[in-house]
């Protein structure tokens, strides 16, 4: 875009060095007109040892150079600055204005861009209260089903890990009285409570993680990922390490969707990357807050991939709904890097 700026340029200059000649040659003209030996008068006249001809050239080319140069450079300042402001829209930095001066059409369009990141930081501000109330509304929704989850969980129990524990307690008590029978009808009930233990240890296992939360659970987002990781680091032999440098003022919405993300993408990693490294930021810039996921893992194609991924998809929508951006870039065979980007607009209200 920069190179098609400069050759816009240029053509400025080049337009009014055509110009510059054009009058030049109608000066010429005019008043060589009468002149009896006419336009040869340009090239017989010399000034300074040089023929009349090269300096209305130089001439020329000097008024023509200057006039466009100057006419050009106030309006690829301009466009300069609407380039800049695009590219700061793109990033979700919204809050950015360009100041308009002039009362030209570059003007008006400038003015126009304005308002439309001004509705859009509305939006975005609007997108995170909405999204606050939400949390707020899921919290009171998720004590309502608390009671309803706990009989659930004790029906479980219940019904399939006390159950196989009390056949284990008959089997060993059967086992006890039955010490005169041969060795291989001991061998086969032995088996037989090694695999009701085993079935009762994979129903457990499988009502804590459907137990583990989801949420923040009333921490701060730097406590609640910093837990998070250190379990992961006790469970997984990979390397991971983390900086976090954020406020504690941030909302509570925001803070349910950037925790969440965090979940999902420490799953794809664990899932698909095979990595041995992962490295995680979280800052809190002027502007906006930045999280940075990387791995050192298999990577994949970009569009592939995440046209098709769940996990992916969940992700931008997450940051759809706080206003923010999500930026993917991943290398194959070298790993991937997630970038998500949340505009701060509640120092503003």
């Not at 204005?97 to 990141?117: C, H, K, P, V, Y």
């Not at 921490?219 to 469970?235: G, N, P, S, V, Y």
Request: net charge neutral.
């Amino acid at each position: 875009m920069r190179k098609k700026l400069a050759r816009l340029r240029w053509q400025f200059v080049r337009y009014n060095v055509v110009l510059s000649f054009l009058t030049v040659l109608l000066i010429l003209i005019l008043f060589t007109y009468d002149v009896e030996s006419g336009f040869l008068f340009i090239f017989q006249k010399k000034i300074l040892e040089l023929p009349l001809i090269v300096w209305l050239l130089i001439v020329i080319l000097l008024m023509g150079g200057i006039s466009g140069f100057i006419q050009s450079d106030s309006i690829k300042k301009r466009i300069d600055s609407l380039l800049d402001s695009t590219v700061r829209y793109a990033r979700g930095s919204f809050s950015h204005r360009m100041e308009s001066t002039g009362d030209d059409e570059i003007t008006e369009l400038m003015e126009q861009m304005n308002n439309m990141a001004s509705h859009i930081e509305e939006q975005v501000i609007s997108l995170q209260r909405l999204s606050a109330e939400r949390a707020e509304l899921q919290e009171t929704i998720k004590k309502t089903a608390v009671t309803e989850e706990r009989q659930r969980l004790a029906r479980d129990l219940h019904d399939a890990v006390s159950q196989q524990l009390f056949a284990i307690s008959m089997m060993m008590a059967a086992l006890k009285e039955s010490h005169k029978q041969n060795q291989s009808t001991m061998h086969t009930q032995i088996e037989m409570v090694e695999k009701m233990a085993n079935a009762a240890q994979a129903e457990m296992r499988a009502l804590l993680l459907h137990l583990r939360p989801a949420h923040l659970e009333g921490k701060e987002l730097k406590e609640a990922i910093h837990q998070l990781i250190e379990e992961l680091k006790q469970k997984q032999e990979m390397l991971i390490t983390y900086e976090m440098n954020v406020e504690t003022n941030i909302p509570k919405g925001i803070e349910e969707q950037l925790y969440r993300l965090t979940q999902e993408a420490f799953s794809n990693i664990l899932r698909h990357a095979k990595a041995s490294k992962i490295e995680f930021h979280l800052k809190q810039l002027s502007h906006e807050l930045r999280l940075r996921v990387v791995d050192n893992g298999v990577g994949f194609q970009n569009q592939e991939v995440q046209n098709h991924s769940y996990g992916l998809q969940t992700m931008k929508e997450r940051m759809n709904e706080v206003g923010g951006t999500l930026e993917i870039v991943s290398v194959p065979k070298k790993g991937t890097q997630i970038i998500a980007k949340v505009p701060i607009t509640w120092k503003e209200e």
